[in-house]
């Protein structure tokens, strides 16, 4: 059958795999800096077999053409360097700190200039776009889990002549289409849901424009931003199993929300799931499922809220995200959090694929203890 012809779920796992009478159905790990003179590739940085299965999927998956880096700062890092000198860029609020940073970085050495703007006010975000080369948007946010409009914001940042990039990575390229959307490009650290297994470093980029392609793959060969061979090789092999593992944990991450929303430790839930979320109406036209990513606000300080982080079992007291394996953590327990406004008790969990119920027990226990003590 044509890629037209199948869903997202079926392409994850049929594209990407070497096709010829006797091949092995697993792509070969290849592991080389040099190619023999003669053929495509010359040297390790121009290209390696396995990133090209893995872009194929995800640029699949997508609706366009993706550029695979060696994490999801690397493919931030690039989108940036592709700008012009002195060009305005129009950044969330709530966005990835990372990106902050970069973006920071640039602005005090000159080579760029940026303006940061509330993307959940999309009247706001608007009149900010004005003289914007790019705007950086991310939904949902972390660690808030908020939920912008992608085809508001890009319709906006398009009047104003800005391209539009979307953090989409925790909505995974399952749960939303940005490019569909309007978006120009869409960037995903795949270090978490794509791999899904906490095992890696990876990021991609996704565009339909082969200008934009171009300027990426020239600034991945000439940086040398390259994913490791077995790290493409895992990445490929973990977004197999996206739409079962996501669904398995999305539906956990629901519950979860639900009984927190009414757990006596527990003074806010966010999570676009829930009926009263502020980002639910939009999410459920926006995404086709909200996510395994949720946040709630204990009861008492930050003490209380450490109890919790470190009265888990099951659950990992960790950062990071998207794996199989369900981790917590207290965000305003780094300054760059606090800093920009994190509520000092919100603990955000990456539901993974373990039982609910069980998780729930090890939840409910460390919450119970945590304002028992
Ligand atoms: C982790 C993350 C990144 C950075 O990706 P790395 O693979 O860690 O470099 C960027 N954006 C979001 C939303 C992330 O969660």
Redesign the pocket.
Same mark, same amino acid.
């Given at each position: 059958m044509a890629p037209h012809e199948l869903s997202r779920d079926s392409l994850l796992v049929a594209l990407g795999r070497p096709q010829g009478a006797g091949d092995a159905l697993a792509p070969a790990l290849t592991p080389t800096s040099t190619y023999r003179a003669g053929g495509a590739l010359n040297y390790a940085r121009d290209g390696n077999p396995g990133w090209g299965d893995l872009e194929t999927v995800i640029g699949a998956l997508e609706g366009g053409d993706a550029v695979a880096f060696s /994490? !999801?700062?690397a493919a931030?890092a690039a989108v940036l360097e592709t700008l012009p000198a002195g060009a305005l860029v129009a950044v969330s609020r709530v966005a990835?700190h !990372?990106?902050h940073v970069l973006l920071r970085e640039r602005e005090a050495a000159g080579r760029l200039r940026t303006r940061t703007i509330d993307t959940l006010d999309a009247a706001a975000a608007e009149a900010a776009c004005d003289g914007a080369a790019l705007l950086w948007i991310?939904t949902p946010t972390?660690p808030l889990i908020g939920v912008a409009d992608i085809a508001a914001l890009s319709a906006a940042a398009h009047s104003h002549g800005a391209a539009v990039i979307v953090?989409s990575? +925790?909505a995974t390229p399952l749960r939303q289409q940005p490019l569909d959307a309007g978006a120009d490009l869409v960037l995903h /650290?795949a270090?978490?849901f794509i791999g899904g297994h906490s095992d890696l +470093? +990876? !990021?991609v980029v996704v565009t339909h424009e082969a200008e934009r392609v171009e300027a990426l793959v020239h600034r991945r060969q000439t940086d040398g931003s390259v994913p490791g061979v077995l790290e493409a090789f895992l990445a490929l092999r973990g977004v197999r199993t996206l739409a079962v593992r996501l669904e398995r944990a999305e539906r956990t991450a629901g519950e979860l929300a639900r009984r927190l929303a009414v757990h006596p430790a527990v003074a806010l839930v966010r999570y676009p799931g829930l009926p009263d979320d502020p980002g639910h109406g939009l999410a459920a036209r926006q995404m086709s499922g909200f996510g395994a990513m949720l946040a709630f606000e204990t009861v008492g300080d930050a003490d209380t809220a450490d109890r919790v982080c470190e009265g888990v079992e099951l659950i990992t007291h960790a950062t990071s +995200?998207g794996g199989v394996d369900t981790l917590l953590e207290r965000r305003a327990r780094y300054a760059a959090e606090r800093e920009a406004g994190t509520p000092p008790t919100l603990i955000r969990v990456s539901v993974g694929i373990e039982d609910a119920e069980d998780l729930w027990r090890d939840l409910e226990r460390a919450l119970d203890s945590a304002v028992a003590s």
């Open positions: /994490s !999801g700062m931030a990835y !990372g990106v991310e972390n953090d990575t +925790l /650290s270090t978490k +470093l +990876l !990021g +995200l």
